[in-house]
């Protein structure tokens, strides 16, 4: 297995909400017996001009389809490049997947709610279970691509859904805090969500140059760099969440050509 260093990414902006930098890369305790394993990755910009964006989507399916027991995947906005008739395109090549497959919205996904619900199958908000864990995909966009605050209501709503389970993981694209360049100041959402004892981790997309963690509250927060567009990290990437039957959870960012690890937590 390979490791490198942890690299710093961020751009970090003073603010009494943040606690802690970037935590540096360190021994990840594996689970010994993996109950639940689900891989996100983020900012495919399907179609974007002037990007190789077929060959880093096949690049993503072959290097999800050679990961063993993965229960599903998470693709955390910015699916598509603007042009709202890219959906079904991108829809199809998502279902080239052996596994399930789960979407947020980002900004650059130009859709409208109902085209979005009806393509995608499944609405922008949304949320299911996987082996006693709570899964809660937030939208943070709109047709105009502005950046927003995720919908607390339904967050809360599913938050309390799923108060008794063991874990529970969100997703929402864009950074819902000024922890990094491109992220928007939502301290509301950032309390609620640590508000829950079983929220385990929340995972971001948006920002193609972090690829690390942050934390707040005792919280971690997440990236996963992206695996196409025109910008960002020079290496695609996707990241691998596994949950042990020991209550064990471990988070670790690969390269999608080679397997690399490039950096794992603890969560």
Same mark, same amino acid.
């Given at each position: ?92 090549? =998502? ?156 988070? =670790? ?15």
């Amino acid at each position: 297995m390979h490791r490198r260093p942890f690299l710093q990414k961020l751009s970090l902006i003073g603010s009494s909400l943040m606690t802690l930098p970037f935590i540096t890369y360190g021994k990840m305790d594996f689970p010994k017996a993996t109950k639940l394993k689900f891989i996100t990755a983020s900012d495919g910009h399907w179609g974007q001009p002037n990007t190789d964006f077929e060959t880093s989507h096949r690049n993503l399916i072959e290097a999800i389809h050679r990961e063993k027991d993965v229960d599903f995947v998470v693709f955390n906005g910015d699916l598509i490049h603007d042009e709202p008739t890219l959906l079904p395109e991108v829809k199809m090549v =998502y279902s080239q997947l052996q596994i399930p497959h789960y979407v947020t919205r980002g900004n650059h996904d130009r859709v409208s709610l109902t085209d979005f619900e009806r393509i995608m199958g499944q609405a922008t908000n949304f949320s299911f279970q996987a082996k006693d864990s709570g899964i809660i995909l937030l939208d943070c966009s709109n047709e105009k691509g502005e950046y927003l605050c995720a919908n607390l209501d339904f967050a809360k709503s599913k938050l309390e859904e799923y108060a008794s389970l063991s874990n529970v993981f969100v997703f929402v694209h864009i950074s819902q805090n000024e922890w990094t360049r491109h992220g928007v100041p939502c301290t509301d959402f950032l309390n609620l969500v640590t508000s829950y004892p079983n929220v385990r981790a929340t995972f971001h997309g948006h920002d193609h140059d972090v690829d690390g963690q942050m934390i707040y509250r005792k919280k971690p927060f997440l990236w996963s760099g992206h695996f196409g567009g025109n910008w960002g990290n020079p290496f695609p990437s996707y990241r691998v969440c596994e949950v042990g039957e020991d209550g064990k959870a471990i988070t =670790y960012l690969k390269t999608v050509q080679e397997g690399m690890i490039l950096n794992g937590h603890n969560l």
